[in-house]
């Protein structure tokens, strides 16, 4: 029994080791290669290590594209649709779970309504609200649609409906009004909420392709997303340099992911037990 | 409080939703001049082989990628809840790819997939199996596209899953092991059953992320490559005929498609969840 017991973890071991191995290699590829000359990249076969770690490989990035720029639109657009994002869910969120007002089931189902829709199903119009707008190829047009979410709102509350109705009753007997009650009693306790929709909003805001590729259309307005895209799409093949880009790119959230780990599993396990 | 969110969602999501219905039934060609055309645009919908490709493209990609992933990450996340040493050490890396912008994943796969030059064709040499144009083959692209975007989300439902065994209580385990339940009885009786609610999540949202793929596909396959009709989704092509051919009438007529198969797909997962979901 006791061996079985043994066999057994092993080929736990081998199968979670293998999976480790298999998300690994293509990271472990695309940093080695960053630092390779186009020579090394390209022999056969290919050589694992590059001879002299080619640095200067990063710096061509800022040389072909407004890579700095890029980074600055990214961080801007996806810090605006987080904050925002949470700010404006939070509120509206708060007011379906504690407030009675009327209409308020009518507006929540259409909430809902827009929960069921694919997101490319928007697209085609906010495209052309944005031009209207005069807005096309400007920082705003990355993040203004972006925040408002049916989604946060629908997630925000039912952490606020989790709340017991004698915190607000005590508030109120203190003479709060409803954003006092907001702003000092309910956001404290649904700090996990606001967080989960953070880092949910984040991991999109970042990585997103579709929208940015969209509106703006010169390099120096683009976010990193669209920047690796425009950068394939002008049939670069400095293997090394292209490589070099996307290490830039991914590594902010991968370094928040290191930090927050905790925060990052958690809002995503959460999605799954609130959604 | 609520105004500003309703009146974003309306704006920017409400209208939206009218608006290409509406257009669907319009020419609108490029600087949006728009004529009225009825149901023509779906007529030629119907009749465009492109279109029904990218349908079937996008039921491969669906029929590819869900159950293997499913299986994956759940595989994964009862292995990792067996009570063995290292467990967060194991689902932050598996939790990687998830934060990796979907781009830049493209071009390194895109690099190991390299027809001349790729890590993967160097493997497959060394057992002497000749080289592969992954990527421009139009029977191979697919495929390779469908490991890519398995390779990216199992991590991600993994750690959905592993939230759905975790709060499984341990007195069901007790219960089994007390009646002699090996560790493989267990998973099957206890935490498959148990864990379905989850496993219903990951389903529903996992269709329907697949039935939009479009990141991938968009950087990774040549505009002009054989491999563009066979590996194109609908999402990919309604890009296309909005953004590249100025279709937008047609594009619209396209996403109301769309639309109407994922409802449809919806209604039917939640119809079928009542035999084969328990909730506790």
New interface residues.
Partial sequence: MKRKQKI??IV??V??IG??L???L??V??IL?SFKTQNE??????AIFPKIWQISNYGKVFEMLPFGKMYFNTIISAGVTVSGQVL??S??A???AR?HFPGKNI?FT??LA?L??????????????IQKMGLLDTIPALF??N????FG?FLLRQFFMALPGELEDAARLDGCN??QI?SRIMMPLVRSGLVALGILTL?FA??D??WPL?VNTSPKKMT???G??FM?GQHITN?PV??A???M??LP??I???IF?KQ??EG??????K? | ??A???I??G???????L??IL?SFYHVGAF?KRSWCGLENYQKMLKDPVMWQSLGNTCKYVLLIVPAMILIAL??AS??N?G?KGKSF???????????????????????Y?G??G?IN?IL?LFGIPSQQFLSNPDLALPAISVVSI?STA??NM??????IQ?ISRTYYEAAAIDGAS?FRQFFHVTLPLVTP?LF??LITSL?ST??M??TI??MISKSGLAMEATQSM?VY??RN??EYSK?GY??AL?VF??VI??IM?VIQMKGQSKWVNYE
Avoid: E
């Avoid at chain 1, 069921?116 to 609200?129: A, D, G, H, K, N």
């Avoid at chain 1, 995503?268 to 037990?273: L, Q």
């Avoid at chain 2, 704006?11 to 939703?17: D, E, G, H, L, M």
């Avoid at chain 2, 194991?90 to 190991?112: D, H, K, L, N, Q």
């Fill in positions: 057994f973890n736990i071991y199968v979670l999976g480790i298999v998300t690994v293509p990271f590829w695309m290669t990249a390209t022999v056969i076969p290919p404006l869910c509120l509206a708060y007011a379906f407030i507006i259409c909430l827009v069921m829709v694919p997101s490319s199903f928007f697209i085609l119009p906010q495209y052309q609200l203004i649609p925040l408002f979410s049916a709102t409803h954003f907001y991991r970042w990585n392709l579709m969209i990193l997303s669209a690796l895209a394939q293997y292209m490589m880009g996307a290490v790119a991914v959230l991968l928040l992911f290191t780990q990052f599993i995503v396990a959460m999605s799954g037990i959604g | 409080m609520i500003p969110v309703t974003g969602l704006i920017f999501y409400f209208y939206p939703v608006k290409v257009d949006n595989v994964l292995l990792l067996s063995i194991f689902r932050v890396i598996y939790f990687i790819p998830a934060v990796t912008m979907g781009a830049a994943v493209a071009m390194v796969w895109s690099w190991m390299n001349n030059y890590i160097a040499n390779w991590g991600y750690i959905i899953l592993l939230a759905g709060g560790r989850s999540f990951v329907i039935f939009q479009f990141d968009y950087m999402v309604f890009y909005a953004f937008k594009a619209s996403a769309l639309f994922i409802m919806t």
